[in-house]
């Protein structure tokens, strides 16, 4: 058993493109629409200032922030994490909404008030923003697809990616000790 650094290229990165997301997700049996919605799970939970830097004050190496962010909230992201502070703060990934498992962080996405890069580009792409857009449509979670049970599905599909069975790998006793 080993443990590498290397394997972590497979992770996905808030500053990959979305075809680079779409690649990465597929090499794991995962389809577009379950990238943007196993995405939806940063309705919960926040992220490091870290993570968001060069969105907010180097955008394009120009200085500039990322013009897909709203402009209300592009001054609250600047004054959470302002420039030269410390890169742990945290803040929500879901603005106004971090715990609660619901649509807003998808409505967030629409308006340009997500932190992270990768969750503005799912919806500044064409090849992935209709998959959020479906989720508000005339029908809205009547008969509409439902945000919810859909999540449900994407997380039992990645609970199977590369599970090891019969004598192939090892179960772990103690998760944090090889
Ligand atoms: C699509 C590619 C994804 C990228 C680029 C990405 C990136 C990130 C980043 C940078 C953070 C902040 C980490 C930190 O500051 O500690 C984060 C947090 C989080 N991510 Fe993702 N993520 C992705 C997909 C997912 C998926 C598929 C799930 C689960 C199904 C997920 C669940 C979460 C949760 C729950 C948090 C909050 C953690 C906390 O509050 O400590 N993410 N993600």
């Known amino acids: ?5 290397g394997d972590a290229s497979d992770m996905p990165d808030p500053t ?3 075809d680079v997301l779409k690649r990465k997700f597929a090499a794991k049996g995962l389809s577009a629409s379950d990238l943007v919605v196993l995405n939806g799970a940063h309705t919960i939970g926040t992220t490091a200032c870290f993570f968001i830097e ?3 004050y180097n955008f394009a190496a120009d200085g500039d922030a990322d013009p897909s962010i709203n402009p209300e909230y592009l001054t609250e992201l600047r004054s959470t994490c302002p420039k030269g502070g410390d ?6 990934l879901d603005r106004g909404s971090e715990f609660q498992f619901d649509k807003e962080f998808l409505e967030n996405m629409r308006e340009g008030n997500v932190a992270l ?4 580009s799912m919806y500044q792409d ?6 959020i857009d479906s989720y508000f449509g005339l029908l809205g979670g009547l008969l509409g ?5 859909d999540f449900a599905d994407a997380i039992v599909k990645m609970g ?4 090891k069975t019969g004598s192939n790998g090892k179960i772990r006793t103690v998760c944090s000790a090889f």
């Not at 890069?117 to 503005?120: A, N, T």
């Not at 697809?145 to 049970?149: A, G, I, L, M």
């Open 145 to 149: 697809p439902s945000f919810e049970s």
């Open 1 to 5: 058993m080993r443990s590498s650094a």
């Open 126 to 131: 064409g090849s992935t923003r209709g998959y």
């Open 16 to 18: 990959d493109s979305v």
């Open 160 to 163: 199977q990616v590369g599970v």
């Open 117 to 120: 890069q990768s969750d503005s």
């Open 54 to 56: 060069d969105r907010l």
């Open 87 to 92: 890169v742990n703060t945290r803040l929500a």
